[in-house]
């Protein structure tokens, strides 16, 4: 079946740094994944997809991420954080039986110290 | 222009008791789903239909019914409410059934607490 771990419930950076979120899937077949975000108490926004194309993924707002097969990874990053990055970041993957149906990690909570 | 409108915002209700809420999209798309938040943030789909067929239903007590009258709206109806209901629950549309190849649009949420 497939899943997918967030490795960290909580990350803090301060702004102008580096992020990394890290998620690690479980599959039996070429995932597609998926980040999304949620701003509190809002819905959920995707930001970036991976389907097999490029293992280099741009998305929305300056993020990005890599799918590495050999390390079954799909981490997050952005080069600089801003402080209205501080939200919920879910990584996702489909399921592969008919349903395709989104099956999401925990959740890494971004806080961004001015 | 919401894309994804749920009511209520908030529902605050006893055990026992019934209730609904409402979701609609804008969007044009065939396909919306129900989704639960629990305290924990974790995130699981209950339901989806497309072009107002059930297309997916997960392990939920029959309490829970979804109720799609067009495309553009998705309710769900809870009855006989229990405390462990209580969570956030989202509704979400996209254009086909397919994640790969159809983003999924989130509507705000609606925060249910049963005391």
């Given at each position: 079946a497939q899943s997918v771990t967030q490795l960290d419930s909580h990350v803090s950076v301060s702004e102008g740094t580096p992020v990394l979120l890290r998620c690690n899937y479980s599959s039996s077949y070429?995932?597609?994944?998926?980040w999304y975000v949620q701003h509190p108490n809002k819905g959920l926004q995707l930001l970036l997809k991976y389907t097999s194309a490029a293992t280099l993924v741009k998305g929305i707002n300056g993020f990005e991420a890599e799918?590495?097969?050999?390390?079954t990874s799909f981490h997050l990053t952005k080069p600089s954080a801003h402080m209205s990055d501080a939200a919920e970041?879910?990584?996702?993957?489909t399921a592969m039986d008919s349903?395709?149906?989104?099956?999401?990690?925990?959740?890494?909570?971004?806080?961004?110290?001015? | 222009d919401t894309a994804v409108s749920q009511t209520p915002k908030y529902l605050?209700?006893?055990?026992?008791?019934?209730?609904?809420?409402k979701c609609e999209q804008n969007l044009g798309h065939d396909t919306m789903y129900w989704y639960k938040q629990d305290s924990k943030?974790?995130?699981?789909?209950?339901?989806?239909?497309?072009?107002?067929?059930l297309i997916?239903?997960?392990?939920?007590?029959?309490?829970?019914?979804?109720?799609?009258?067009?495309?553009?709206?998705?309710?769900?109806?809870?009855?006989?409410?229990?405390?462990?209901?209580s969570a956030v629950y989202f509704c979400a549309s996209s254009q086909g059934d397919i994640p790969s190849y159809n983003e999924q649009f989130f509507g705000p949420g609606t925060r249910l607490t049963v005391l």
């Amino acid at each position: 079946a497939q899943s997918v771990t967030q490795l960290d419930s909580h990350v803090s950076v301060s702004e102008g740094t580096p992020v990394l979120l890290r998620c690690n899937y479980s599959s039996s077949y070429s995932p597609s994944l998926f980040w999304y975000v949620q701003h509190p108490n809002k819905g959920l926004q995707l930001l970036l997809k991976y389907t097999s194309a490029a293992t280099l993924v741009k998305g929305i707002n300056g993020f990005e991420a890599e799918f590495k097969k050999s390390e079954t990874s799909f981490h997050l990053t952005k080069p600089s954080a801003h402080m209205s990055d501080a939200a919920e970041y879910f990584c996702v993957v489909t399921a592969m039986d008919s349903s395709y149906k989104l099956i999401f990690g925990s959740g890494t909570r971004l806080l961004v110290r001015p | 222009d919401t894309a994804v409108s749920q009511t209520p915002k908030y529902l605050v209700t006893q055990m026992g008791n019934d209730k609904s809420i409402k979701c609609e999209q804008n969007l044009g798309h065939d396909t919306m789903y129900w989704y639960k938040q629990d305290s924990k943030k974790f995130l699981k789909i209950m339901f989806s239909y497309n072009n107002k067929e059930l297309i997916i239903n997960e392990t939920v007590p029959n309490r829970f019914s979804p109720k799609s009258p067009d495309k553009a709206h998705l309710n769900l109806h809870i009855n006989s409410l229990e405390l462990g209901d209580s969570a956030v629950y989202f509704c979400a549309s996209s254009q086909g059934d397919i994640p790969s190849y159809n983003e999924q649009f989130f509507g705000p949420g609606t925060r249910l607490t049963v005391l």
